[in-house]
């Protein structure tokens, strides 16, 4: 069954430091999603992605985040100087359209800032 | 603002002992109410979507349901392994964009 796969599973990083999480979506879906989830709360929304432009971001997408998609396979999002708060997991997802909220996920890139 | 609320927050169950979970929203711009199960240090995994009120979907001893204001998630004599927290999520037109808006899920522990 097709998946999504997401790299690393867990990263350790200093305070103002950048990071890359990277996630290989559905082959044939178009649309592609980061959403985070902090320890204990609720899964939050990020950006999403399509024809190798972003379509929508939340308030939380700020200019520290950006999001690309290097080649035809994988789909990134950089965190560019790392704060505490920004530790979390972050899932990846796909979809094969747009209005819909059946999204796939991906098990998730547990990123801890020290 | 658009909001989605999960209750209970934990449920306990003995196996074969139904039981509901009830996830209220108040969202503008709602295109359709979505459940997924997410088990420890995973994804999401996406069941159902209801599109509007009175429809129901059923897999296996999963049926959900959708009104004006609420879904619920029934589950019908229980197995261990339905052991998960429950995601409700609303696809919303919201602020401009499109999105997923998550409650904050209800864990559920099935035990022998």
């Known amino acids: 069954e097709p998946e999504v796969t997401q790299t690393p599973s867990h990263q350790v990083t200093q305070m103002g430091q950048e990071v890359i999480l990277r996630c290989v979506p559905i082959?044939?879906?178009?649309?592609f999603y980061w959403y985070r989830q902090i320890l204990g709360q609720k899964v939050e929304f990020l950006v999403s992605?399509?024809?190798?432009?972003?379509?929508?971001k939340s308030e939380i997408f700020d200019d520290q985040f950006s999001v690309e998609r290097p080649d035809g396979s994988n789909f990134t999002l950089k965190i560019r100087s790392t704060k505490l708060e920004d530790s979390a997991m972050y899932f990846c997802?796909?979809?094969?359209?747009?209005?819909?909220?059946?999204?796939?996920f991906g098990e998730g890139s547990r990123l801890t800032v020290l | 603002e658009d909001q989605v609320t999960q209750s209970p927050e934990a449920l306990r169950l003995q196996e074969g002992e139904s039981s509901s979970l009830n996830c209220s929203y108040t969202v503008s711009g709602l295109r359709g109410l979505f459940w997924y199960r997410q088990d420890p240090g995973k994804g999401p995994e996406f069941l159902f979507t209801l599109y509007s009120a009175g429809e129901e979907k059923e897999k296996e001893r999963l049926k959900a349901t959708l009104t004006k204001k609420e879904s619920f998630l029934h589950i019908t004599a229980p197995k261990p392994e339905d052991s998960a927290t429950y995601l409700c999520?609303?696809?919303?037109?919201?602020?401009?964009?499109?999105?997923?808006?998550f409650g904050a899920g209800t864990r559920l522990a099935v035990h022998p």
């Open positions: 999520a609303a696809f919303s037109f919201s602020g401009g964009y499109n999105k997923l808006i």
């Open positions: 997802a796909s979809s094969g359209g747009r209005d819909t909220g059946e999204l796939f």
């Open positions: 082959s044939n879906h178009l649309y």
């Open positions: 992605f399509y024809n190798n432009e972003i379509s929508e």
